[in-house]
């Protein structure tokens, strides 16, 4: 059984070949963003997606012009980006436990 068909072509320049890290996980001497602000920044945006949909819900309820369309995909993307954030939550902390179990 031939795969290549379902394989995405390879790129020909070397810069596409494999995405640069750089911008997202800057070295330490940098002025880049730390761990805990991109972390923060994560729970923030959750958060507000949250707030977001009860206040769809709350307006919907009462009648202010919400339509039932708008309130159902409000609430269901914020509970996709709750799971998301736990996914990527749960990844952490397990490669935090392997780096815990490595032996020097």
Known sequence: MNISGLMPPIPASPELAEPSLS???????SSGTSFKDVL????NEVESSRAS???SVNRFMSG???D???TILASQRADLEFQMFMQVR?????AYQEVMKMQL
Do not use: Q, R, T
């Open 23 to 29: 911008a997202a996980a800057p070295a330490s001497g």
């Open 53 to 55: 949909a009860a206040e």
């Open 64 to 66: 202010e012009g919400d």
């Open 40 to 43: 923060s920044g994560a729970i």
């Open 90 to 94: 749960n990844k952490v902390v397990s």
């Open 68 to 70: 039932l369309h708008s």
